[in-house]
C-alpha cells in the first residue's frame, strides 16, 4: 500500500482512505455483514484511514467500525486512523437541524464517540460545519484540550473557506481539511487548495465519485430509494442529471482507451493533483473496493490529464453538489 502525510504535522496514511457513512445512512439500505466485511477488506488490502461522523446513522456507524475493528488482528488495529467528524444536530426524524461547535459541546460529542468506537482516543477530529454561532478558534481550541489530554492526537477541519483555515491554524496545528474535491468538484481549487498549501495542511478529498454520478456505475432512469439523500440532490435532477452523464460518457471513453474503469480513471486523476491530498473512496462493497483500490495502479500521463480536462473541463457539472438548504451552511463556499 503506498502511503502519504496528511500536511506537515498530520500522520502518515494509507493513499486512499474509506469514507464509511454510506454503510450506515443517506445512500439508501444498508448491508451490515456486508459493510463489516468491506471494511476488513479495505483493512487487510493496507487501507489505514477510516472516516466517519458521529451523526451518520446516529452513531450507527461508529458502533460499526469499532465492531469491526475489534475483529481483526492487533497488529491491523494499531495501524488503522480513525478520522471523525463531529457537531451537526439531527432529529429523531433524521432531519439536519444545524451544527454545535461550543467548546463543552465539543467535549461532549468527542466523549460520545469514544464510547462508541471502543477506543482511548480519536486519530483526528473535526467539525462537520463551521458553528456561525461560535467562533472557529474557540471549537478548534476545545479540540487541542482534547489533543493535550491524549484523547484526541490530531485536528482537522471539514469544509471551511480559506479565511477560516487561516484562523484556525493560529490556534493549534492542523493536519488536514476534509472537503468535496473530483472532476466535477473543483472549486477548492481557486483559494482554499492554494491556503491549505501554504498552510502545510493536508486535504482528504472525499466525493471523488461524486456520490457515485460519475462511478461509470450509474445507470439513466434509476430510481432511488426514499432514505436516500441522492434524490434531493441537484446534480442527480432531471436535465442535470442527463448532462452530468453526458459527461460520463465522455470520460468513459477515455477510461476505455487506457483499459480501466470510470471510477478508477476519476480517483486517479484526483490522485494525480498532489502528494497532499488523499482521496476517501466511499466504497460499501468488497467488488466497489477492489475496483477502487485498482486507481493506484494507474498513471495518467500529461496527454491523458489533458484528454480528462477537454471531456470534463472544471465547472463543466450541472447543478449544485448540494441542496440550497445545505449549501448555505457551507463555509467553503462563501
Known sequence: MQTRTLGTTGPQTSVLGLGCMGMSALYGDTDRAESIATLHAALEAGVTLLDTGDFYGMGHNELLIGEALRGV????REKALISVKFGALRTVEGAFSGYDGRPEAVK??????LQRLGTDHIDIYRIARLDPAVPIEETVGAIAELVEAGHVRHIGLSEVGADSLRRAATVAPISDLQIEYSLISRGIEDEILPTARELGIGITAYGV???GLI???WQRGRTLAANDFRGMSPRFQGENLDHNLDLVDALRKIAEQKGVSVAQTSIAWVLSRGEDIV???GARRRDRLAEALGAMEITLDADDLAAIERAVPAGAAAGDRYPAEQMARLDSER
Open 73 to 76: 488482528p492487533a497488529a491491523t
Open 279 to 281: 482521496p476517501l473512496i
Open 209 to 211: 465519485l461524486a456520490r
Open 215 to 217: 462511478s461509470g456505475h
Open 108 to 113: 461532549n460529542f468527542a466523549a460520545y464517540s
